[in-house]
């Protein structure tokens, strides 16, 4: 057991004869940590992705109900009335009548 401790600390283990297992071993090992930071650094990409896309949805619905309420308030009654007003239109004081057709038969 010592003498496997020594051989990793002095570095023997990587030039001696049987160290074709221990490099392909070390590779298969740098090769599994480099696809782990790739996908920590991808995860992290698409973490930041929701986080704008979530902001952008916030500021949209925002810009929509303010649309929303203009329009609520363009379409009052008492809006309307003023706004015809202006251009020299006022309401009917007579009330409308319904128009009854009878079908000839």
Do not use: C
């Amino acid at each position: 057991m010592k003498k496997r401790i020594y051989s990793i600390l002095k570095g023997t283990f990587l030039v001696s004869d049987d160290s074709f297992k221990n490099w392909r071993f070390i590779i298969f090992i740098s090769f599994l940590s480099v696809i782990m930071i790739a996908s920590s650094h991808s995860a992290d990409k698409k973490v930041y992705e929701i986080a704008r896309l979530k902001n952008e949805v916030k500021e949209i619905r925002s810009t929509f109900l303010e649309g929303r309420t203009k329009l609520m308030r363009l379409k009052m009654e008492s809006n309307v009335i003023d706004i015809m007003k202006e251009k020299g239109i006022e309401p009917s004081v007579i009330p409308p009548k319904k128009i009854k057709v009878k079908s000839q038969n």
